[in-house]
Structures are given as C-alpha cells and as structure tokens.
C-alpha cells in the first residue's frame, strides 16, 4: 500500500479546471518531485492533500485512511507535514516559539515541546537565532525556519513547496543535503521545487503537471527526454528540433 | 544577583500593593479599586484579544450578563452573590462558547468578529433595559445590608480592594500559566498566522473557543464584582459601549499580548482619567477631549502599548549606561 494515493483527484475553480483527474502514488521512503510550469496546479495538489481545499472529484488516502473531508489539522495529525511557498511564519513569536508551535503536535508538555525545538534548530542551523523575530531573518533563513517548524511535528510525508526558490546556490546546496539527511532518516518527501537542478538530483521519481494534467511521470532521466514535457516547457519548436 | 534584584523588585511591587489600605482614606482606596478592577478586565480581554487575537468589540455583553446573574438570583432567590459570581462566570463560560461557535464556526475574523460582538452586547442591552423598563421601572431594589460578609457588602472601600485584588491576582497568574503553556502558544499561532497554524496541527476552531469561555467567564465574575461595589445596576450602563471600550482600552494601551499589559494600562488610563477630571475644569466635557487626545498620542506613538516603551526606554537607558 502506498503512503499517499491520489485517485482522479479534479478540483474547479469557477469555469477553471485546475486539477484534472490526477492518480499518482508515493510510497513509503521515497522522494518524488512534483514539477510543471508556472499554473499547472502544484501548490494547488499540495492545498488538497494537506486539506486547505477540498476536491471536487476523487479520492485521496495516506497511509490507507480517506484524507476526503478532514481539516488541515486533522491531517497533520495523521502526520502530513508541509511548507508554504511564500513563508508564512508566526510573525510577533520567536524563532523558537514558531518551532515549539510545531512541536506541541507531540507533547503537552512545555519544555520537552522547548527541548524537541532546541534540537531541530541546532539542525538546521538556526540555534543562534533562536530568540529573534522572524522579520529579522533572511529570506533562506526564514526557509529554513518554515522547514524546522514542518519537522516539529514529526511527519512521515514532508511535502516542501518550493524551498529553495530564491536562494543562492551555496544556500541551496546546503538545502539539498539536508533534505538528503532527512531521506536518510526516513522520511518520505514529496517537493514542488523550479529549480530544476536541484529536483533532478533530488528526486527518485518526477510527476509533471501540464494544465492540472499529468502529462509525464518517471525517473528524472526518462522525463527530461519526454518530448511532451519538452514540449510543455519549452514549446512546440524546441520539441520538434 | 539578578535573582536576588528580581526578589527584590517583587517585595517592592508586592508589599505595597498588600499594606495600600493601611494608610489611604476611601477616595484613594477607591481609585486603587478602579484601577484594580479595570485591570482584571483587561487581563480577561487580553486572552481573547491579545493572545488569540480575536478583537472583541463587545465584552459588555458577558459583563452586564454576569452582574444580571448574581444580582437576579440574590433578589429572587436570596443566593450569596459570591455564589452568585461563579455561577456569573458559568454563565459568561456558556454565553462565551455560543457567541465563539456561531462566529467562528463561519470564519468571521477581524473586524467582521467585533462587529458582531458589538453586535450582540447592543441586543442584550435593548432586551435587559426593554425587560427593566417592564419589569422593574423602579431600577432594581438591590437590599441594601451595610457590611454583610455574605450579601458581599462592605462600607469600607478598602474591603473591596482586597477582593478584587485577589481577583486580579488569579486572573494574572492564570493569564501567565497559559501563556506559556501549549494553549498559549497556539494562540499566539493562530493570531499571527491562522492557516499556518492549521498545518502544524492547531485545531484553531476549538482553541478560539477556549479563548472566549475563559474570557468571557472571567469578564462575567467582573460584572459580579461591579454590581456589588456600586450596589446599583442600569442595564444600558453594564451593556453598553463604554464598558466594551474602556475593558478593551487597558489592554492595548498597556499592550495587548503581554501578561503585565493590562495592568500598566489600567493604572495609566484610571490615573490619567482621574487626574483630568479634577484638573482641567475650562468646560463640561473638556477633561474628556484632553483625555481622549492623550490616549491618541499614545496609540500613534506607542501602537504596541506602554510596556513595549517602557522596555524600550529600559534598553536605551542600559546602553547609555554602557557608553557612559
């Protein structure tokens, strides 16, 4: 049984189909990338699975429970962690007390749920700050503490939104190895991610969304040769040279 | 050191605050009351406004409902209104849960939530003065009994001090507790950022909810309090807006979010209300302008209250210090 399984999941916005009949699996331990265009629907795919909206068709399960009909809480509860595209960080609490939130998921009790964010801050780098507002972090520390806060919670399915858009390569470099550390540890992942370097050599396996449709779905090797994603991204004469 | 200076600042705060009555006559004992008074009911606000940063426009209503309830039962059922007041914060408990479930079981946030609020303590006052107007033309015939322990009676302003005192004491150290605790913390998520919250596993829904039964049970049992200090109750007095303005003032002016908030603005704004009152005399009604002109210097200078200037203040003066 896979973690996660969508099944003809479509979503409408108005006259807009934003998601169209979409089924595809994660399975436990993986990383799947989950790329497209700009408007193909991704970050809409990640407000159905974490229960922001609700489908208009299809059916979607983690770890074989219906995810249909839960909210946002309930869902991270079942242990689906995300991040924002835009951080959306809780902006008059500290940096730690923006990860200690994440980690009352776990405990009642105020200083383990101190203790469990301590130690996630030592590991992605932001120890240092912990008494700092989050206005007054950069924008890839600011990233970073969005992911720290997504880890507090102890998920078993990360899905990352974007985390390495506007960071410099060194940052981003940074990023990826930690997010191979997390895999290392077992955690399955599932990232929307543009910079395509970084999903390529992140990812096992890619999902491309064209439209709200799955046009692709493989190893990153095989897709990067699809003449519709080249095509999807590139346009019709790059395909066809 | 630092512990001991801290032990130090508290006996200073503390003893005071113990010994006032010993040596002020009843018009002081009775600012100390208002100051008092209006800083239990900025602490209850604050939970709700401050901490889970729902802006309630109408406090009023839990306010005038828990002074109703211990006064109603003592007249018709002779009940001790120290009874009379838990069962005024029951009441502001219920009350509390049913404005929360009705507003945010249809996410209404912000300013469309005080409005509502507003919204509901007006109605409460038209229905409580239609009711009075009908039922009592005469105002209600509290029994007057000099200084009954259990009517909850005093002659002495200074008893009343003790009492509320030891109401604002609970209050504040409730208020510290949660704040630190797993709900205070998810308050404070839910006031910053309620989605992102939502996707670390705050069921914001429910915690609102807290948020308005404790704070509008607290806001009740000062309603109790209030009708026993004056032993007089208008319905378009305890339901009306200046109640709602004034609970809510304490606390953003002192600062909204911070335990000791509401106590800095109590004693500020009763001081300074107080101080007009007797010293600028032009005209009718000019103490309230120059009042109403200091609190909006406040507001424009220090938006998030005394205490964060205060703070602020504290650290320049260290840094001066320091280079000095």
């Known amino acids: 049984m896979p973690l996660l399984a969508l099944s003809g999941v479509t979503k409408t916005f108005g006259g807009l189909t934003a998601v169209k009949a979409l089924s595809f699996a994660v399975e ?8 497209g265009p700009n408007g193909s629907g991704k970050t809409t795919v990640f407000n159905l699975i974490t229960g922001f909206l609700a489908p208009d068709g299809g059916d979607l399960t983690f770890a074989g429970r ?13 242990g689906v962690g995300r991040t924002f595209q835009l951080v959306q960080p809780f902006h008059r609490l500290s940096v730690l007390d923006n990860v200690r939130v994440g980690a009352f998921r776990g405990t009642a009790d105020p200083r383990q749920a101190t203790a469990v964010a301590e130690a996630i801050l030592e590991e992605v780098g932001l120890a240092a700050k912990k008494a700092f507002l989050p206005p007054s972090l950069t924008l890839a520390e600011r990233k970073r503490l969005e992911l720290a806060r997504a880890l507090a919670t102890g998920p078993r399915l990360l899905l990352l939104d974007e985390v390495m858009a506007g960071l410099t390569p060194t940052e981003t470099a940074e990023m990826i190895a930690f997010i191979r550390r997390l895999h290392r540890r077992g955690l399955t992942l599932l990232i929307i991610e543009h910079v395509m370097q970084a999903v390529m050599a992140l990812s096992q396996r890619l999902v491309v969304l064209h439209h709200g449709e799955k046009i692709c779905e493989g190893p990153p090797q095989e897709v990067a040769r699809d003449p519709q994603v080249i095509r999807a991204y590139l346009g019709e004469e790059a395909a066809s040279a | 050191m630092r512990r001991w200076l801290s032990r130090l ?82 009441v502001g408990v219920l009350v509390g849960l049913f ?19 507003l919204a509901f303590a007006e109605m409460l006052r038209l229905l409580f003065e239609t009711w009075m107007a009908y039922r009592y033309p005469l105002g209600l015939p509290i029994p007057l009994q000099g200084t009954s322990l259990a009517a909850f009676q005093f002659r002495d302003k200074r008893v009343y001090y003790y009492v ?78 200046q109640i709602s303005v004034e609970i809510l003032l304490s606390a953003i002016i002192g600062g909204a979010g911070t335990v000791l908030g509401p106590l800095v603005g109590a004693l500020a704004l009763q001081l300074l209300a107080e101080a007009t009152r007797v010293y600028v005399r032009a005209f009718s009604g000019f103490d309230l302008m120059v009042y109403g002109a200091i609190l909006i ?3 424009l200078f220090l938006p998030q209250g005394l205490l964060e200037g205060l703070r602020r203040a504290g650290l320049a003066l260290r840094r001066a210090a320091g280079a000095a």
Not at chain 2, 9 to 33: D, F, I, N, R
Not at chain 2, 99 to 117: D, K, N, T
């Open chain 2, 99 to 117: 404005c929360g479930f009705l507003s945010f079981r249809y996410g209404l946030r912000g300013p469309y939530f005080a409005l509502v609020m």
């Open chain 2, 164 to 241: 509320v005192l030891l109401m604002l004491a609970g209050a504040t150290a409730l208020c510290a507790w949660l704040a630190r605790s797993k709900t205070g913390t998810y308050w404070q998520a839910i006031r910053d950022n309620e989605e992102a919250a939502e996707a670390l596993g705050v069921n914001a829904f429910a915690y609102k909810l807290l948020a308005m039964a404790i704070s509008g049970g607290l806001t009740a049992m000062g309603g109790t309090f209030y009708a026993q200090y004056f032993l007089t109750l208008e319905a378009n007095e305890v339901f009306g807006v």
């Open chain 2, 297 to 299: 210097v406040v507001i």
């Open chain 1, 28 to 35: 436990e331990g993986e990383i799947v990338g989950l790329i």
């Open chain 1, 66 to 78: 219906r995810l249909v009909g839960l909210k946002p809480h309930q869902i991270c509860r079942l």
């Open chain 2, 9 to 90: 600042a508290w006996l200073l705060v503390l003893v005071p605050c113990l010994t006032l009555p010993l040596y002020v006559g009843q018009y002081l004992a009775h600012l100390a009351v208002m100051v008092l008074f209006f800083a239990y009911l900025g602490v209850a606000w604050n939970i709700l406004g401050g901490y889970a940063g729902q802006f309630s426009f109408g406090h009023a209503a839990f306010f005038g409902l828990g002074a109703f309830t211990s006064t109603l039962l003592h007249l018709h059922w002779g009940l001790s209104p120290w009874l009379g007041m838990l069962l005024a914060g029951v």
